[in-house]
């Protein structure tokens, strides 16, 4: 066979190795040396990269370029000599963070933290409300993120609710998947897509075991067309290099009060004439909101 050029869809990710969902089937690919030249700041190729490669005689492929990235979901790992871009996928069209309203009670601060994150690297978010069916009414937990404009899909995969409206959601987008462990993520895939949860499972179990360089990363095909993957490494995401006076722009319902304040400095928090704080006096804005803001821009967790 001649060698032939394609262009494909980095669906795996293992110790170098890379299986690229093409038109011709999957081929499993390495970069190639060129790509490798010079010192790299970040990954090369990662998870939802969209790539041009090159099949061999043997049906084995090379990496010859990589599309630019419309967004990636990265983390730095910090390496002897600098630091490095670990991109744990790459083009994600949104973000869907899942926490259970309650076993376990929701930890409302990570997801603002998580919302922080995803608004930093402008990934749309869908939020899970999951396990509704223990809750008498899960609106009056989630209910504020609606008010501030993001789209909140009620669940239960023991119910069987929401899980339309969520399938429809992921129709040919890729989304990353993260949320606190218990919260029944497992369950609500297998619910969306028989034996999803599971696999998707075992491949976050490895990695929470911290065997990071064999670890292979993955995106699970959904039946109608798209793509999941599990991001795990969302805790991590250290709003690294975020200015504390940054963090304000990443709370929607803060975002246009600021140029209102009186001093272009604000922190928000005791100044004289500060627009947040009057919002907050007059209920526009949620108080356990306010307190994340607080926390996230003195640095806390």
């Known amino acids: 066979m001649d060698m032939m050029q394609t ?15 093409t038109g011709l089937g999957v081929i499993v690919c390495q970069l190639r040396g060129k790509l490798k030249q010079g010192k790299a700041k970040g990954d090369i190729a990662a998870l939802g990269d969209k790539v041009d ?30 630091v490095y871009q670990q991109v744990l996928l ?27 994150i995803a608004e930093k690297q402008r990934i749309p978010v869908l939020i899970a409300a999951n396990k509704i069916d223990l809750v008498e009414n899960p609106r009056s937990i989630f209910g504020m993120y609606e008010d501030i404009g993001y789209r909140v899909i009620y669940t239960s995969a023991k119910a069987g609710s929401g899980l339309e409206e969520l399938r429809s959601l992921l129709q040919s987008k890729i989304s990353a998947f993260a949320g606190p462990s218990g919260v029944g993520k497992s369950s609500l895939l297998n619910a969306l897509q028989p034996g999803l949860g599971l696999a998707v499972n075992e ?9 990071h360089t064999t670890v292979a990363r993955q995106l699970f095909a959904l039946e109608g067309g798209g793509y999941v993957a599990d991001t795990p490494g969302w805790k991590s995401l250290g709003l690294w290099d975020t200015e504390p006076e940054e963090i304000d722009a990443y709370f929607p319902e803060l975002r246009n009060l600021v140029e209102n304040c009186q001093f272009s400095d604000c922190s928000h928090q005791h100044e004289p004439g500060c627009a947040v704080l009057a919002a907050l006096k007059e209920g526009k804005i949620h108080q356990e909101r306010y307190e994340s803001f607080v926390r996230l821009r003195s640095g806390g967790e």
């Open 53 to 82: 490669i090159t099949i061999l005689d043997d049906g084995s492929g090379t990496i010859d370029s990589v599309h630019e990235r419309t967004q990636q979901i990265a983390r730095l790992d910090p390496r002897p000599g600098g």
């Open 90 to 116: 790459a083009n994600p069209d949104q973000a869907v963070f899942i926490f259970a309203c309650a076993h376990p009670n929701p930890r409302l601060k990570m997801l603002d933290r998580f919302l922080v």
């Open 203 to 211: 491949v976050s179990e490895a990695v929470n075991k911290g065997r």
């Open 7 to 21: 262009q494909g869809l980095i669906v795996k990710a293992q110790s170098g190795f890379f299986w690229v969902e």
